[in-house]
């Protein structure tokens, strides 16, 4: 049974940082690229980064750049998302999910429950 569970979500100040992990469980980790999605109260779900199988090339979104690394431990089958200088605009459930949204490609089929990110004041 394939199981992606996510954790660190929480409530942090403008500037501040926050690490989300994902659990995987029940398919062979490292045969599949990774990404972060996220969605916003009322908007679109949006793309965040995403990392291919062995971990070496990563890929993230324009509004992310120098600001979050996502990053991935095959040994333990979890997937990562360092966030720094987290803005207002990153409120927003983030999922982790299998398959790769490099090139808009948006091909995901297994999704984790999502974990909350709030950044206010």
């Known amino acids: 049974q394939v199981q992606l569970a996510e954790s660190g979500g929480n409530l942090v100040p403008p500037g501040g940082s926050l690490r989300l992990s994902c659990a995987v469980s029940?398919?062979?980790?490292?045969?599949?690229?990774m990404s972060w999605v996220r969605q916003a109260p009322g908007k679109e779900l949006e793309w965040v980064a995403s990392i291919d199988p062995d971990g070496i090339n990563t890929y993230d979104t324009i509004g992310v750049k120098g600001r979050f690394t996502i990053s991935r431990d095959n040994a333990k089958n979890a997937l990562y998302l360092q966030m720094n200088s987290l803005k207002s605009e990153d409120t927003a459930v983030y999922y982790c999910?299998?398959?790769?949204?490099?090139?808009?490609?948006?091909?995901?089929?297994?999704w984790g429950q999502g974990t909350q990110v709030t950044v206010s004041s």
């Open positions: 029940g398919f062979t980790f490292d045969n599949y690229y």
């Open positions: 999910v299998r398959g790769s949204g490099v090139g808009g490609a948006g091909c995901y089929d297994r």
